[in-house]
């Protein structure tokens, strides 16, 4: 085997010991957590809005931009759920790149998976002791998950790994909503079949342990769009594309049929500043059509202090270092407009 084994990591039990959360922090995770639950059961009828970087590069800014939103959750508090996302993995087509904040904390130094759990979880603990806010995370490797589980309000599992049994069985055994997003070949079957796994019941391995789940009944749809066979974005956020999802939900019976409509990626050919304008069709779609209003929970956007990404070495604070991001001003102009057409 053409490997080599730098160093044991701790197992997520020694991380969680050494960085633990107090009593009165567990209160604020398990309120905050029902109502983003309660938004997926349908008992809540607010919209969520996981937003923020691409990925979680610098913990100074992203705690900057979790700060800001604060602000506006309590102006549409009575409307709108806001979950920050702290992507701390980063998937790569090719392998190559920035992988996150698990892998270099800091983006300039060579990797360092220990600082990088360390890193991780620090920064989730602090979004949450500062804001009150639990965030989003990609479970982007399944045995690493435990290491931030208990301070996770929503968990995504990305178009690549959708379609892993691994993957699936993990967010059965979750206590948290996971959404789960179109394949990259935007299969509806396979996203269908992603959610019925993750929300029966399962025994199989995980992190060396024999375990069994449940399910998860808050497992459901993110719609972020697909590539074709010729490698182009093609969008799957329309009116149609939606009612069809309502369908294919209605014959599986499946527990809480969801959906979150993911408007960067595929759905605006990664161009982030038609993300308000896909917001507002949907929306719109919501208003005319019953089945659609029903089963659309939220959106999905990316968004950091400014406009557009950059290459890491360029330093601009709180500019994307991975996929172009919509800036800080039309954010907050773009939540005070969904808010008003709620």
């Known amino acids: 085997m053409n490997m080599n084994f730098k ?25 905050r957590n029902k109502e983003i639950a309660d938004v997926i059961s349908g008992s809540s009828d607010k919209l969520l809005l996981i937003i923020g970087p691409c990925s979680a590069d610098r913990e100074d800014s992203v705690l900057d931009y979790i700060h800001r939103l604060r602000e506006v959750q309590e102006k549409v508090s009575d409307k709108i759920l806001i979950v920050p996302r702290i992507y701390t993995n980063k998937p790569r087509s090719t392998g190559k790149g920035y992988k996150g904040m698990l892998h270099q904390p800091d983006p300039d130094k060579a990797p360092d998976m220990f600082k990088g759990i360390v890193a991780i979880r620090e920064l989730h603990l602090r979004a ?4 009150g806010f639990t965030c989003a995370d990609e479970m982007l490797y399944p ?22 049994q691994q993957h699936r069985l993990t967010a059965s055994g979750l206590n948290v909503p996971v959404g789960l997003k179109n394949p990259v070949s935007g299969s509806m079957p396979v996203l269908m079949n992603s959610i019925e796994a993750a929300q029966s019941g399962h025994t199989f391995l995980y992190r060396g342990w024999e375990v069994s789940t449940s399910g998860n009944p808050l497992a459901h749809a993110i719609l972020r769009g697909y590539e074709n066979n010729h490698g182009q974005s093609m969008p799957n956020y329309h009116y149609e594309d939606i009612q069809l999802l309502f369908d294919m939900y209605e014959q599986k019976g499946f527990s809480n049929p969801a959906v979150i409509i993911d408007s960067n ?6 161009r982030p500043l038609e993300q308000p304008r896909i917001i507002k069709e949907v929306l719109s779609g919501c208003r005319y059509n019953e089945h659609i209003r029903r089963i659309v929970k939220g959106f999905m956007v990316e968004s950091y202090i400014e406009d557009g990404s950059q290459k890491v070495d360029e330093h601009i604070y709180g500019k994307s270092i991975t996929d172009p991001c919509i800036g800080w001003i039309k954010t907050e102009k773009m939540i005070y407009e969904i808010a008003d057409m709620l």
């Open 7 to 31: 160093c044991k990591l701790p197992i997520p039990k020694e991380v969680k010991e050494q960085y633990p959360v107090s009593e009165e922090l567990q209160k604020i995770i398990s309120a």
């Open 128 to 131: 949450i002791q500062e804001t």
């Open 143 to 164: 045995e690493n998950h435990r290491y931030i589980n208990d301070l996770l309000g929503y968990v995504a599992v990305g178009a690549r790994s959708v379609e892993n």
């Open 265 to 270: 990626h595929c759905n605006s050919g990664k």
